[in-house]
């Protein structure tokens, strides 16, 4: 019995580990580690921050200007991971699109980001 159960954590750990390779960290929602929290912040301020503010409130002249959302909103925190992806590539309304500035894994990565501010 208790072989049987150490054998069951076993191969749920390893499922885990090989779940976690199959899904790789570039695209998925999983958190942000510091180095990659330095880099999307470097890349949400250049990008998106004209607009969102590097505090992602919006206030800022182009963010009244285009009526950006605030990104610290509970209802845009709310939002999909996919979500965003698929605004920041496509954008929506007067935010432009992102698909040939960035690559998908910056898309992802600043999504990433912005569930954080
Ligand atoms: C030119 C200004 C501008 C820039 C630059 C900009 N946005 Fe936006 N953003 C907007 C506007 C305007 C909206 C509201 C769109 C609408 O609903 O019509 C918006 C909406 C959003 C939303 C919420 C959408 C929703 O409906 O929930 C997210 C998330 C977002 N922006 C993220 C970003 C990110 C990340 C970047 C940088 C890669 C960025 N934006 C760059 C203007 C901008």
């Known amino acids: ?22 899904k790789g960290p570039s695209t ?7 180095a990659e929290n330095a880099a999307s912040r470097t ?9 969102h503010g590097n505090d992602g409130r919006s206030n800022t ?4 200007e285009t009526e950006a959302n ?3 909103d ?3 925190k709310a939002n999909a991971h996919d ?3 698929r605004i920041i590539t496509n954008g929506k309304g007067e935010m432009p699109s992102f698909k040939r500035k960035l ?10 980001y912005i569930k954080n501010l």
Do not use: F, W
Request: with cysteine; aromatic share 2%; proline share 3%.
């Open 103 to 112: 690559s998908a894994a910056q898309i992802a990565s600043i999504a990433r």
């Open 1 to 22: 019995m208790i072989q049987s159960m150490k054998l069951a954590l076993v191969v749920a750990g390893l499922a885990g580990g090989i779940l976690m390779i199959a």
């Open 83 to 85: 979500k965003n992806v």
């Open 74 to 76: 509970p209802g845009v």
């Open 61 to 64: 002249k182009r963010g009244r």
């Open 43 to 51: 890349l949400y301020r250049t990008h998106c921050a004209e607009c």
């Open 28 to 34: 998925s929602a999983a958190s942000v580690g510091p």
């Open 70 to 72: 605030d990104l610290t």
